[in-house]
């Protein structure tokens, strides 16, 4: 069975510092996913990492993928108040369905 | 850019009572999933949906939910007799390949 962790599950930080969240997960997958969610939002999709070593930054997040080690990393540079939200990781290991797995989140706030 | 659609965005229902979820898939998209968050915790997994049949359904999809593609359109969660657990957040996903979009979700308040 697929497990996904994240660490931390909780996240208090100042603006303009940076921070990385950790995404770990149980099985060999090459495909992972992180989502932004805000207080009863939906589901914005930040990036899709589709190999090893995979690489995508958008604004101040950076994401990556090391799927030897089965993590991820997004990484917040330079935090703003405006990035304050919950952040999914979801491995996928193929074959939809039942096999995409989210994270539980971890809940940043970044106060000024 | 192509959304999934969900309606309604709030629906309150007496326990016991029937309640039908609706989802408007991207037109090309060929898998389709209902997901569900109850507050406050991780997005779990309910059943997926291919070629007009369920492909994979998770230990919460018991005999109470079902799931159609009635018109080629429209993907629907039904809760036969809701109980007060039901109560959450309910997304619907569709995908082709590699990118799974996400509806803006219903919130299932179950009283």
């Known amino acids: 069975e697929l497990k996904v962790e994240q660490n931390p599950l909780f996240l208090s930080m100042q603006e303009g510092k940076n921070y990385t969240i950790y995404c770990n997960y149980s099985?060999?997958?090459?495909?992972l996913y992180w989502y932004r969610q805000d207080p009863g939002k939906s589901l914005e999709s930040l990036f899709v990492l589709l190999s090893n070593g995979a690489v995508k930054q958008e604004g101040r997040l950076m994401a990556s993928l090391d799927t030897k080690a089965r993590l991820s990393t997004l990484h917040i540079t330079a935090a703003v108040h405006d990035l304050s939200a919950t952040y999914f990781c979801?491995?996928?290991?193929?074959?939809?369905?039942?096999?995409?797995?989210f994270g539980p989140g971890t809940r940043l706030s970044v106060l000024p | 850019e192509p959304e999934v659609t969900q309606t309604p965005s709030h629906q309150v229902t007496q326990m016991g009572q029937e309640v039908i979820l609706r989802c408007v898939p991207i037109s090309n998209h060929l898998y389709f999933y209902w997901y569900r968050q109850i507050l406050g915790q991780k997005v779990e997994f309910l059943v997926s949906f291919y070629n007009n049949e369920i492909s994979e359904k998770s230990e919460i999809f018991d005999d109470q939910f079902s799931v159609e593609r009635p018109d080629g359109s429209n993907f629907t969660l039904k809760i036969r007799s809701t109980k007060l657990e039901d109560s959450a957040m309910y997304f619907c996903?569709?995908?082709?390949?590699?990118?799974?979009?996400f509806g803006s979700g219903t919130r299932l308040t179950v009283v």
């Open positions: 996903a569709s995908t082709r390949g590699q990118n799974y979009t």
């Open positions: 099985t060999t997958s090459d495909r």
């Open positions: 979801a491995v996928d290991i193929g074959n939809y369905g039942q096999n995409f797995v």
